[in-house]
Nanobody, 120 residues
Framework: QVQLVESGGGSVQAGGSLRLSCAASGRAFSSYDMGWFRQAPGKERESVATITWSGGNTYYADSVKGRFTISRDNAKNTVYLQMNSLKPEDTAVYYC?????????????WGQGTQVTVSS
């Protein structure tokens, strides 16, 4: 497993931008697929964006397509989530997660979360 620490959350007005970072330590970062998830009060945790170990493939939830971009820098052991055109409904705690590369593995390392609040 890897240890994950998120940063970059905060409060922003609708239409604004934030960039979340997730720094990983431990076993080889480049052997992990990475994802960003979020959980709003009273709602279940949902997948926001994922990226494969090489960065070659990404996935986005329909609700964030065209506004959010996930990327990674394996040399820096860091994954990013650039969030533009933020909406109040994006307000949530955002979590970074890691899973061993491959389609059959599951996310088994999680960060502590970072709060994102978008005001109208």
């Amino acid at each position: 497993q890897v240890q994950l620490v998120e940063s970059g959350g905060g409060s922003v007005q609708a239409g604004g931008s934030l960039r979340l970072s997730c720094a990983a330590s431990g076993r080889a970062f480049s052997s992990y697929d990475m994802g960003w998830f979020r959980q709003a009060p009273g709602k279940e945790r949902e997948s926001v964006a994922t990226i494969t170990w090489s960065g070659g493939n990404t996935y986005y939830a329909d609700s964030v397509k065209g506004r959010f971009t996930i990327s990674r820098d394996n040399a820096k052991n860091t994954v990013y989530l650039q969030m533009n055109s933020l909406k109040p409904e994006d307000t949530a705690v955002y979590y970074c997660a890691a899973k061993p590369k491959g389609i059959f593995s599951r996310y088994n390392s999680w960060g502590q979360g970072t709060q994102v609040t978008v005001s109208s």
